[in-house]
Structures are given as structure tokens and as C-alpha cells.
Nanobody, 115 residues
Framework: QVQLVESGGGLVQPGGSLRLSCAASGSFFRVYTMAWYRQAPGNQRELVASITPAGTTGYAGSVKARFTISRDNAKNTIYLQMNSLKPEDTAVYYC?????????WGQGTQVTVSS
């Protein structure tokens, strides 16, 4: 059973930075596309960033140039470096692994941007 465990969330002031981590259990981590999603209260879950096995990245327009997704296959971990944070970035952030048998989700980590 694959498990994804997020960490690194918290409270930060506008303009600040946070780095989220997602550690995956199980085998063959390197063959899967991984992604970060977020969900704010009252909103649908939205894709924030993704990274393919080859390292190709994609970003939502609202976070481009501020967020960076990366992966360390030796550690079965992905990261989301978030800079220049805004109050509208406040949400629960979820790690996602895309499998042909169905996506796997982490439990989420809260990010709150507020002064």
C-alpha cells in the first residue's frame, strides 16, 4: 500500500516562503508523475504543480514564477518551494501520485498566509 506523507505547512506572512515535502512509501517512485494540489475553503481542489518522471514541470498560472516543484528519486520525495506567498495561497496542500490503477493522495498540510 502506497502512502504519501506531506510536511512543511504552517503560518507565514505575505511575501514569505515555505517549502513543502511529500515522502512516498512503496516501490518504483521514479516512474510516476507526481503533483501538488490545493483546496481552499469553499473551493474545488486545484492543480498547483506537477513533475513527470523525466523532470518536466508544469504550473498553474497563479503560481508560475513563485513556486517550484522538484523531486529527489533517491529519497522518494517531492518538494514544493513556495516564494512570495499571498493570502490567496492559503489552502490545504495535497501530494498526489498518478497511477494507472488510480491516484494516490496524501492527508494534506495546511498553509496559511496571513499578517
Amino acid at each position: 500500500q502506497v502512502q504519501l506523507v506531506e510536511s512543511g505547512g504552517g503560518l507565514v506572512q505575505p511575501g514569505g516562503s515555505l517549502r513543502l515535502s511529500c515522502a512516498a512509501s512503496g516501490s518504483f517512485f521514479r516512474v510516476y508523475t507526481m503533483a501538488w494540489y490545493r483546496q481552499a475553503p469553499g473551493n474545488q481542489r486545484e492543480l498547483v504543480a506537477s513533475i513527470t518522471p523525466a523532470g518536466t514541470t508544469g504550473y498553474a498560472g497563479s503560481v508560475k514564477a513563485r513556486f517550484t516543484i522538484s523531486r529527489d528519486n533517491a529519497k522518494n520525495t517531492i518538494y514544493l518551494q513556495m516564494n512570495s506567498l499571498k493570502p490567496e495561497d492559503t489552502a490545504v496542500y495535497y501530494c498526489n501520485q498518478r497511477r494507472s490503477t488510480g491516484d494516490v493522495w496524501g492527508q494534506g498540510t495546511q498553509v496559511t498566509v496571513s499578517s
